[in-house]
């Protein structure tokens, strides 16, 4: 492996260790900076750096297209600090942040297109941490049947700063207050989180050409989303795990015929049909009524303040929410009025320009090669991520999958 390999490999197999120590939330942003740094040497040096750490071409328009992004996202952050007299001190908190999140989504793109890193190793190194997982899988399913205790620490790294004491706490399970069950996490901060990470994880999976493999990280990433007992996870695991799969049929005729077939057949049974689909929200949405009813409440609250307060840079920040929500941040729970209420129109936008722009560009040759497929299956967990989430502050977890985007777009660039 060259030198970039062995660094991301490592540190992927190492996720639990790293865990224990409660130092995950540093390490995404440090791996993110030394490879970016890394691509930054390798594009200025060329030749003149040792072989496996020279450049493997340009980067790519739409690593540009990322970096450019979050800068105007730092700069609405900037403004919306001014606007509402926030103070130097919050400013620069604010923007460590935006560099240990919102950056990640330029930084690890730009390393995985510009760095000698091969699909095959990442994915290797996914599905040894999906042994690992196997591995840790019966103490966490034992744990809180024999009276163990579901928090067991927390690391001092928790004195860098971050999110929450939870991004450095180590956890065996978490009791749901409202019905007394176990739910599990695994290595991220909270479990809906640790089920759409179990997704990528059979993302990656699907990508392993040998089946001892491809087994356990299937059984490992269906395991994280089971115990998670999250819905999103659920439902992104059948839509990016077939829906990729499903793009080349677009140049099939008849599966067009097919799907014109089938529709037609289907317009008897509308009514019917749309009972039927209202039915299945309701009972997705009332699986977990009191999540739903403050996810709601919150994005409400969100689009009204962000409608009449402001607009065009938002409010700077999260805010505390009232009882109503619980107590809940106000800014939270949703990327996109996340972005709208803290960073206003410039903020979403800033997200919103390159994110459709590389989804439609992996959608595109998910149709045409089987190289795209892992990258589309990764765009739309984050779309569905972003539904529900944070993402800005969960990418020091989703680095292999961010790393995965750059290094199809150098794929792209060979083939052409």
């Known amino acids: 492996m060259t030198l970039p390999e062995q660094i991301v490999s490592r540190t992927l ?58 800068l105007v ?22 923007s460590i942040g935006w560099a240990k999140g919102w950056a990640l989504l330029a930084l690890f793109p730009l390393a995985g297109a510009v760095l000698q890193i091969r699909r095959d190793v990442v994915v290797r190194a996914h599905s040894r941490l999906a042994l690992a997982t196997l591995c840790i899988l019966p103490i966490l399913i034992v744990a809180p049947h024999i009276g163990l205790p579901g928090r067991l620490y927390t690391s001092p790294l928790k004195a860098i700063g971050g999110v ?103 317009a008897a049974l509308w009514g019917t049909l749309v009972l039927a689909v209202e039915d299945s929200i309701q009972s997705f949405r009332s699986a977990r009524a009191d999540s739903t009813r403050v996810r709601e409440t919150l994005q409400r609250i969100a689009r009204e303040r962000w409608a009449n307060e402001s607009v065009w840079f938002g409010h700077g920040q999260i805010e505390p929410g009232p009882h109503l929500v619980e107590y809940m941040p106000i800014g939270s729970h949703h990327t996109w009025w996340s972005l709208l209420f803290i960073k206003g129109l410039v903020g979403f936008l800033a997200f919103a320009v390159p994110f459709v722009a590389h989804f439609l560009y992996v959608a595109r040759d998910a149709v045409f090669h089987p190289q795209g497929r892992l990258p589309f299956g990764i765009l739309l967990v984050f779309l569905i991520l972003s539904m529900g989430e944070n993402i800005e502050i969960e990418t020091y977890l989703l680095w292999p999958a961010l790393l995965m985007l750059g290094i199809h777009l150098r794929e792209v660039a060979d083939r052409a």
């Not at 540093?26 to 930054?40: N, S, T």
């Not at 996202?73 to 604010?94: E, F, N, Q, R, Y």
């Not at 793009?247 to 005729?253: F, G, Q, S, Y």
């Open 73 to 94: 996202m730092l700069v609405a952050l900037w403004v919306g600090h001014i606007d509402w007299g926030l103070g130097l001190t919050k400013t620069i908190k604010s």
């Open 164 to 266: 929450g004491p939870d991004f450095f706490t180590v956890f065996l399970y978490k009791v749901e207050s409202a019905s007394g069950a176990a739910r599990w996490q695994f290595y991220a901060p909270w479990s809906p989180f640790a089920g759409l990470l179990g997704v990528i994880m059979v993302l990656f999976a699907l990508e392993e050409k040998k089946h001892f493999w491809l087994i356990v990280g299937c059984l490992a990433g269906v395991a994280m989303i089971l115990m998670s007992k999250s819905r999103m996870s659920l439902v992104a695991l059948v839509v990016a795990s077939v829906g990729p799969r499903m793009m080349p049929l677009m140049l099939r005729v008849w599966a067009w015929g097919a799907a014109a077939a089938l529709t037609a057949s289907l």
């Open 13 to 70: 197999v190492w996720t639990w260790g790293f865990y224990v120590l409660g130092a995950l939330y540093v390490v995404g942003p440090v791996l993110a900076f030394v490879l970016a740094g890394f691509a930054a040497l390798a594009l200025y040096l060329g030749p003149a750096m040792r072989s496996d750490l020279q450049p493997t071409g340009s980067i790519p328009w739409l690593v540009w297209l990322w970096g450019v992004g979050m």
